[in-house]
């Protein structure tokens, strides 16, 4: 199984090291080339939104991108600013990135780094799992073809939408592994019905 | 005794720096340039009064920045802003605490407020982040709660010899700290001057345990990529850009190098035509070294 990660800024490592834990065959993706080999599920780790978003588009990689997630029903998984990139409206100014899902989410919804802050709460179909929030966006709105799989305080901050999952939280800044392994899941079903 | 409560701000505070990592931060002057650099892709801005190069031009006593004008850049983006506070300065990072700062950079660049005692960063929730230009700093900046690293270099200069020095040596340093026997550990820590407990992690895991960004005197896609390519997890650019020729798309270039820092036929292309880059000095015509302040 080939997994790429978005490698143009942020927290890749950590998602790659947490993708080769579980056996998965990682590699990172700076450059519109590195879109077109094979390649089985995708991540949008974290880092700034703003500069993810920028490089994508000055890389031309946004269409590509679009492409394969909407088109192709490439699997990906969206964690803080990889979930701002895959939601369909940001609120406040700015435009969105890529539409992949259909939700609204708001950036630093928390506040700044002092808003940051670690918890575990339930995530629908693995049971509590240990968030860590850094200055993170929340999901502001859902349509209702979204699953919500987790809230905290009432806020949803983890969803999934057919073959796009995303995350308010850094599942790859813990030692627990299930939401990537939840994510493997998704791209096998979706190897096994193509 | 550290709390349970402070070792997961701290925690949370190393990993605001892992999100940062191949991004660039930026200094700014302004909230018009805040928004410049986030355009360009800036990871974070720097929010400081003078820029390095006018700092040094200038001379007399460096502080902090009023905050009135942080606010200003904290409300004009939506990526993280750094301020600057004089080394041991510990009221100043009072106040930076207080209008929320996301990162405080304890910096040589200003006029040193303590010539022994660094701030107790452990006393602090908001994160910090300290210069360094050999292994032993930044050892003992970490023992002290910084939770980011950056070279030194040499501020305001656009002359990245210094930034390449101080991070060569603690790259060497650290290959040097693992091949060395378990017993030597010891010794090797009195030698340097740092806790056992964190040269034991650089020995175990052959880096620091936090990022390490590279700073002082980048002024190129080119030095920015040197940079990476000799291991920096970012980068900081100073006077580098906005005492340029044209800011917006030197800023534009820097960020595609630190993303593509391997990849020469990119570095080639997003070189070409950035007007001038700023003048600098070399590091011999300088009289004032800030990378002697803080040890």
Redesign the interface.
């Known amino acids: 199984m080939r997994i790429g990660v978005l490698a143009l800024q942020g927290g890749f490592i950590e998602h790659i090291q947490m993708l080769r834990s579980l056996q998965a065959d990682a590699f990172e993706i700076r450059r519109k080339e590195d879109l077109e080999g094979a390649m089985d599920g995708l991540i949008l780790p974290g880092g700034e939104s703003t500069v993810m978003g920028k490089l994508l588009a000055d890389l031309g990689m946004t269409e590509r991108l679009q492409g394969r997630i909407a088109g192709g029903g490439l699997p990906v998984l969206g964690t803080c600013a990889g979930m701002i990139l895959l939601a369909r409206e940001i609120t406040g100014p700015g435009a969105a990135y890529l539409g992949a899902i259909s939700i609204e989410v708001r950036r630093n919804a928390y506040g700044r780094q002092l808003g940051s802050f670690h918890t575990e709460a339930p995530f629908k179909g693995i049971g509590p799992v240990p968030m860590t929030f850094i200055r993170a966006p929340w999901i502001e709105r859902a349509a209702p073809e979204v699953e919500i799989l987790a809230r905290v305080d009432g806020r949803p901050v983890a969803a999934r939408q057919e073959n796009a999952l995303v995350t308010s939280f850094h599942p790859e800044l813990t030692t627990d592994n299930r939401v990537h392994r939840f994510f493997i899941d998704i791209i096998c079903r979706k190897r096994k019905t193509p | 005794m550290q709390t349970e409560a402070a070792k997961?701000q701290y925690?949370?505070?190393r990993?605001?720096a892992?999100?940062?990592?191949?991004?660039v931060i930026m200094d700014v002057s302004t909230p018009q340039q805040a928004r410049i650099a986030?355009?360009?892709?800036?990871?974070?801005v720097m929010a400081l009064e003078r820029i390095p190069a006018d700092i040094r031009a200038a001379g007399g006593v460096s502080r902090m920045s009023d905050p009135q004008m942080i606010r200003g850049i904290?409300e004009a983006v939506?990526?993280?802003?750094m301020a600057k506070v004089r080394i041991g300065h510990f009221v100043e990072a009072q106040i930076l605490?207080a209008i929320?700062?996301?990162?405080i950079d304890e910096s040589e660049v200003l006029s040193p407020a303590d010539d022994k005692f660094h701030i107790d960063k452990s006393l602090f929730?908001?994160?910090f982040v300290c210069g360094a230009k050999n292994l032993g700093e930044a050892l003992r900046r970490i023992a002290e709660g910084a939770s980011m690293i950056r070279t030194k270099g040499e501020p305001g200069t656009g002359d990245v010899i210094q930034a390449v020095r101080h991070l060569r040596a603690m790259t060497s340093e650290i290959r040097r700290v693992q091949s060395l026997k378990e017993d030597e550990l010891y010794y090797a820590a009195k030698e340097l001057q740092v806790p056992y407990e964190l040269l034991r992690s650089v020995h175990e895991n052959g880096r620091l345990p936090v990022v390490n960004f590279a700073a002082g005197g980048v002024a190129t896609p080119a030095d920015a990529a040197l940079m990476m390519q000799l291991g920096a997890e970012g980068v900081f650019v100073g006077s580098g850009i906005f005492k340029s020729g044209n800011p917006a798309r030197r800023a534009?270039a820097i960020?595609?190098a630190?993303?593509?820092f391997n990849?020469p036929a990119?570095l080639a292309e997003i070189s070409a035509d950035l007007g001038e880059a700023m003048v600098g000095i070399n590091e011999s015509e300088i009289q004032l070294l800030m990378a002697e302040r803080g040890i």
């Open positions: 997961q925690e949370l505070n990993n605001l892992q999100m940062l990592k191949g991004g986030e355009e360009a892709g800036a990871a974070a904290q939506s990526i993280p802003v605490e929320e700062i996301d990162y929730r908001v994160p534009q960020v595609k630190v993303t593509n990849n990119i």
